[in-house]
Structures are given as structure tokens and as C-alpha cells.
């Protein structure tokens, strides 16, 4: 048995916020009290700390299979319990991609072999071909959560519409990056400070949110779940909010590095600020705030980006990869950038990293309650950090690298086990 004692325990689900201890047997949690005793048990003293649920990020990128000089499934299920993650979703961009029953197979098996929860979509057409769905059914059969061309647009209406019927009927749905590339030049930079410092056409907010308008409303007309991924743009949470008013089932999620900073950290940080959708402006930056704030973003997701040095550490910053790694940071630039500015409470915070996205997935997670599951992560939420290069991903690519940051995970507890603990 393990006995937690003495933390503040938040639960978002319960809207439980109070010092008391925690009895976890084997992978549940069987008892919640302000104090208990158990002479066997080993003993976590988390005086001072935060007990939480665990993390659930439903947007990461583990590169396995094909990329795996990048991460691997293994490293980083690592990252994710660093970052005090003990859920994740995997997408489907890898080489294969995960298009059909036997890719699909071969990646669960190897994410069976690890101590977190790690779930996989597949991909919404073939081969990220555009055009030809995959077989949804026989994909959610065999172990998909969902669906999602991540880093690929469904630039066909028509695709659109069939992938969201099809979700429908199964009691799923798919989640969209959403860019025009006949809208866009070259991804990675925000279209201002590609003009103004690179002297070329950049990814323009239009090309994200006249699609998200497109493709919300056809939600609407099907009355079908459609998540958008990473929203970047004003814009963009204003046209959510209004397909959420008309009715439609609309959610969206918002990465940390876009809450926490602007285009301009490109020309500090280079190729390890460089992503997609990019960093935006200081407006860009508030309206997610805000977007966050009224419920309208109700999921924080990393898009945990990870890629090799070199392939960062190029001569030529278009050629470079977008992307940065994020497990690690996540936690901390929203106790940071959320937390400590008063825009949201702590478990506000916790909410749109555990039960809200353990939510549009039904998954046994993201909550903590007596016979609930004993997937815990305990940390100091005041604490600062200076982020070091230094992580479990097998990817260093992250611009917060030498940054001062709140918050420091101590343990992360998967199935009643410790599979992470502060050095």
C-alpha cells in the first residue's frame, strides 16, 4: 500500500480542494481522508505539495514507427511521466501511418510495454491521402480512441463531411489541424514577423481560421463531435464560440507555448521556437487566455513535437522542422502563465489537464475519488524551476530551455506505482 499524506489534494471532477491523505492499494484509491493511519505502507510526506490527478494530454507525438532517432514510444512515455503525465493520446503521423489494423496493433503492443496510459488515434484517410477514409470501425475495434490527419488538413468538404457522419454513427469523432496551405506560405512563422524579419510570406492567421469556420459549421449541419486541434488565433476561439452557441458539439484545445508567447521568440530562440501553428502576436496570445478562461478551449494539450538536434540546428531556419518538445514543460507554463497571473485558479488549471480531457474520451482518468484509479501526480506548485536541456525525451528541441518557470513535479504515480520521482 502507499499512503500520501499532509498534500492538498484538488479534484477538479469534485471540486475537492483540501489538505488530507490518500490510501492507493494496488492501482485504485480506496480511501480519501483527512487523516489515516496504515503502520505498512510506505509513505509519501507531501507537506506543502499538490496531489492531483494525473495528467491526460491527448495530443503527442511519440514518432514510433519511422522516426525514432526523434522519440520513441518508450522515451516518451518517460517525458510524459516527467511532465506528471499518466494518460496520453498518440497521433498518427508516423511512417506508416497508422492507416490500418496491423500498424495499429504494432504500435499498441510496444505502448502495452510501458507504465503510463498511452492510447493511439488512427488516421482519418489513408496514408494521410486526403481523400479515402480509413476503416473506422474496424480501427476503434482494434484498439484507436479516434481519429485525426494531425499535421495534415482535410482540405476536401466532402472528406469532412463523410469522416464526421461516419464518427457519428460509431460514437466517436475526429479532431482537425486546421490550415488552408493555399492560404499559407512557409509554415513556421507567423505571417508578421516572417515579413518584417524574413522578408517572405509566413502562415497567415486566415489560413487557420477561415477553415476552422468552414468545418464547424458543417459539424453543425451533421450534429457531430468535432474537436480543433491547437488554436492559435483570436479569431479562431471567437468563430468556436459561436458554432458552441448555435449548438454545435465543438471543442478545441490550446498548447502552452501559444498562452505563453508571441512570434517574437523566434528571433531569440531560432529553430527551437519555430512550430506550427506558430506563435502568434500578443493578441493572438490574451484570446487564448481569455478563450481558456470562458470555457470555450476547455482542453490544454502539448503537441509534444519532439525532433533531433541536427535536424533543428540547421544552417537555413526554413528547411529546420516545427515543433518543439512539451511533456516537460507544460505544467509549469500554466502554473506560470495561467496560475500566477490570476486568470485561472489552480484548479481551473488542473481541470483543462485532467477531467476535461480524460472527458471527451470517456477514459477512467483524470479524476480523484475513493474506487478511482490510483493515477497521481504530486508537486509544488510554487517552487521555480530554471528549465534545463537536460530531459527525459530524447529531444532537446524546446525554446524554454534556461527560462525560470513555477512549478516542479516530485512524483508521478501510474497505477498506484511510482514511475517518476524528483531527483
Do not use: W
Amino acid at each position: 500500500m502507499l499512503l500520501i499524506k499532509n498534500g492538498r489534494v484538488i479534484d477538479p471532477k469534485s471540486q475537492l480542494d483540501k489538505v488530507c491523505d490518500i490510501l492507493v492499494d494496488g492501482n485504485k484509491v480506496i480511501k480519501i481522508e483527512e487523516q489515516i493511519e496504515m503502520a505498512d505502507a510506505d509513505v509519501i510526506d507531501a507537506t506543502g505539495l499538490v496531489v492531483a490527478p494525473g495528467l491526460v494530454d491527448i495530443h503527442v507525438h511519440f514518432r514510433e514507427p519511422g522516426q525514432t532517432h526523434k522519440e520513441d514510444i518508450h522515451t516518451g512515455a518517460l517525458a510524459a511521466a516527467a511532465g506528471g503525465f499518466t494518460s496520453v493520446v498518440m497521433m498518427a503521423n508516423t511512417n506508416p501511418t497508422i492507416s490500418d489494423v496491423a500498424t495499429l496493433k504494432e504500435v499498441l503492443a510496444s505502448s502495452d510495454k510501458e507504465n503510463i496510459h498511452i492510447y493511439t488515434n488512427a488516421t482519418i484517410t489513408k496514408n494521410f491521402n486526403g481523400q479515402d477514409l480509413t476503416d473506422f470501425k474496424a480501427l476503434l475495434a482494434a484498439g484507436a480512441v479516434s481519429f485525426s490527419d494531425d499535421g495534415i488538413p482535410l482540405q476536401s468538404t466532402k472528406v469532412v463531411k463523410e469522416a464526421l457522419n461516419q464518427a457519428e454513427q460509431l460514437g466517436t469523432f475526429i479532431a482537425l489541424h486546421e490550415e488552408d496551405p493555399e492560404l499559407n506560405g512557409i509554415l513556421g512563422f507567423n505571417e508578421y514577423v516572417a515579413e518584417d524579419k524574413f522578408h517572405f510570406c509566413g502562415a497567415t492567421g486566415a489560413a487557420e481560421y477561415s477553415m476552422i469556420a468552414r468545418d464547424v459549421m458543417i459539424a453543425y449541419d451533421r450534429q457531430a463531435h468535432l474537436h480543433i486541434q491547437h488554436l492559435s488565433k483570436a479569431e479562431s476561439v471567437k468563430i468556436v464560440e459561436f458554432a458552441q452557441n448555435l449548438g454545435a458539439h465543438v471543442t478545441a484545445e490550446a498548447a502552452p507555448q501559444h498562452f505563453s508567447k508571441t512570434e517574437d521568440l523566434l528571433l531569440v530562440k531560432g529553430s527551437n521556437a519555430k512550430m506550427n501553428p506558430p506563435l502568434r502576436t500578443e493578441k493572438d496570445r490574451l484570446a487564448i487566455i481569455e478563450g481558456l478562461k470562458s470555457g470555450v478551449i476547455s482542453i490544454i494539450a502539448t503537441d509534444h513535437a519532439p525532433h533531433h538536434a541536427d535536424e533543428k540546428n540547421v544552417e537555413d531556419i526554413t528547411k529546420a522542422p516545427s515543433g518543439m518538445t512539451g511533456l516537460e514543460t507544460s505544467l509549469s507554463l500554466g502554473l506560470t502563465n495561467l496560475v500566477e497571473t490570476g486568470d485561472l485558479s489552480l484548479s481551473e488549471l488542473l481541470a483543462k489537464m485532467t477531467s476535461n480531457p480524460a472527458a471527451i474520451y470517456d477514459f477512467e482518468a483524470g479524476y480523484l475519488a475513493e474506487n478511482g484509479p490510483a493515477d497521481i501526480v504530486i508537486f509544488a506548485d510554487k517552487e521555480d524551476r530554471i528549465v534545463s536541456e537536460n530531459f527525459a525525451s530524447k529531444a532537446a528541441n524546446s525554446p524554454f530551455i534556461g527560462e525560470k518557470l513555477k512549478g516542479v513535479v516530485k512524483y508521478t504515480i501510474s497505477d498506484g506505482q511510482i514511475v517518476y520521482q524528483a531527483q
